[in-house]
T-cell receptor
Framework: DTEVTQTPKHLVMGMTNKKSLKCEQHMGHRAMYWYKQKAKKPPELMFVYSYEKLSINESVPSRFSPECPNSSLLNLHLHALQPEDSALYLC?????????????FGPGTRLTVL | RKEVEQDPGPFNVPEGATVAFNCTYSNSASQSFFWYRQDCRKEPKLLMSVYSSGNEDGRFTAQLNRASQYISLLIRDSKLSDSATYLCVGAGSGNTPLVFGKGTRLSVIA
């Protein structure tokens, strides 16, 4: 089973709202990732968690706050977002963070900020 | 210089055609490469890993040329269902995770 699940599939929020995106995998992977993807662009890395510890933050604004409650779950907390934050947010996982590791993606959450 | 660069595309080909995509990388120490396929409004899905010896999966063949630092993907006998964006992906420098190329759009036309 190479499934990564994400909820919700779609999210519309106002600039003053607080919401959370959720990601789950049961493949025993120890690295999990958040990406942001705008239309007709490749995915852009936001955060990497390795063994439940934040290992990479690609200079993401603080209005995005990741959390890894356990090895299977990854959350992205959203607060005071801007309309330009509207995008597809993809979660991925891999066995470990490393140079030779395949990443498996979830279906994404399509976020619209009004 | 961007670490992974791809053919800009789009490629519009008739059904049954053979099409090839190339991708160059700048980090000579990179060890792992992948081709992902992404359909419109969907997530990227792994198509193939790319090995030094090359690998083939049905109509798809991936090659790695370390001397010239490029990766290729060949699709034979194109099907309408092959229409998608193909992302070339390589390992970044140091211990950073995967670096994506901008993608090449393929449209297979009946």
């Amino acid at each position: 089973d190479t499934e990564v699940t994400q909820t919700p599939k779609h999210l519309v929020m106002g600039m003053t709202n607080k919401k959370s995106l959720k990601c789950e995998q049961h493949m025993g992977h120890r690295a999990m990732y958040w990406y942001k993807q705008k239309a007709k662009k490749p995915p852009e890395l936001m955060f990497v968690y390795s063994y439940e510890k934040l290992s990479i933050n690609e200079s993401v604004p603080s209005r995005f706050s990741p959390e890894c409650p356990n090895s299977s779950l990854l959350n992205l907390h959203l607060h005071a977002l801007q309309p330009e934050d509207s995008a597809l947010y993809l979660c991925a996982s891999s066995q470990a963070q490393g140079l030779v590791d395949t990443q498996y993606f979830g279906p994404g959450t399509r976020l619209t900020v009004l | 210089r961007k670490e992974v660069e791809q053919d800009p595309g789009p490629f519009n080909v008739p059904e049954g055609a053979t099409v090839a995509f190339n991708c160059t990388y700048s980090n000579s120490a990179s060890q792992s490469f992948f081709w992902y396929r992404q359909d419109c409004r969907k997530e990227p899905k792994l198509l193939m890993s790319v090995y030094s010896s090359g690998n083939e999966d049905g109509r798809f063949t991936a090659q790695l040329n370390r001397a010239s630092q490029y990766i290729s993907l060949l699709i034979r006998d194109s099907k309408l269902s092959d229409s998608a964006t193909y992302l070339c992906v390589g390992a970044g420098s140091g211990n950073t995770p995967l670096v994506f190329g901008k993608g090449t759009r393929l449209s297979v036309i009946a």
